[in-house]
């Protein structure tokens, strides 16, 4: 791997896990448990546009790690890998045979939906009872409008960073 794109990568899942540890403290005015703003996503979908699937994953996986270590919140952990892979693996399908149909606005909305599915999959792994997955039509409304705010978010970030990265490197 060139060192360069280590950097990068270093960087954002630095970013990833700053805007994490931020956005755990903004309180939420809906009162749905679990539900964040996800805005860390941001740094994720645009890593899979920039550079790729695995370097995606590896910065969705390092930072739910990451964020675990800096938190000493080790539960919570196994929610967050289980959200960060089903949620990279889904937009990276969307992204990649999808893109005609569905702009990064979409792309990110699935992986909203992918992020809360591997969550509760984990809570009913946990728990034990299937009836969490009745919780789903919930974190589907909160999914759409954090989705969209990602997806967009992610439009405007990633084509910037595309061109910064490859005029650098010739």
């Given at each position: 791997m060139k060192t360069?794109?280590?950097?990068?990568?270093?960087?954002?899942?630095?970013?990833?896990v700053i805007i994490s540890l931020f956005e755990s403290m903004i309180?939420?005015?809906i009162i749905v448990p679990g539900a964040k703003l996800g805005l860390s996503n941001i740094i994720i979908l645009t890593t899979l546009i920039v550079f790729g699937f695995r370097s995606a994953l590896?910065?969705?996986?390092l930072k739910s790690v990451l964020l675990m270590l800096v938190s000493g919140s080790v539960s919570s952990m196994f929610f967050s890998l289980a959200g960060a892979i089903f949620?990279?693996?889904t937009m990276y399908v969307v992204y990649r045979f999808f893109s005609r149909i569905f702009s990064l606005i979409g792309v990110s909305?699935?992986?909203?939906?992918a992020h809360n599915l591997g969550q509760l999959t984990v809570a009913v792994l946990i728990m034990k009872n299937p009836y969490i997955y009745s919780y789903a039509s919930v974190l589907v409304l909160t999914g759409l409008?954090?989705?969209f705010f990602v997806g967009?978010?992610?439009s405007y970030v990633a084509p910037v960073l595309k061109r910064h990265v490859y005029r650098e490197e010739n």
């Open positions: 360069r794109k280590l950097i990068f990568l270093a960087l954002l899942t630095g970013l990833a309180p939420i005015p590896t910065v969705s996986m949620a990279t693996c909305i699935f992986g909203a939906l409008f954090t989705g967009l978010s992610a």
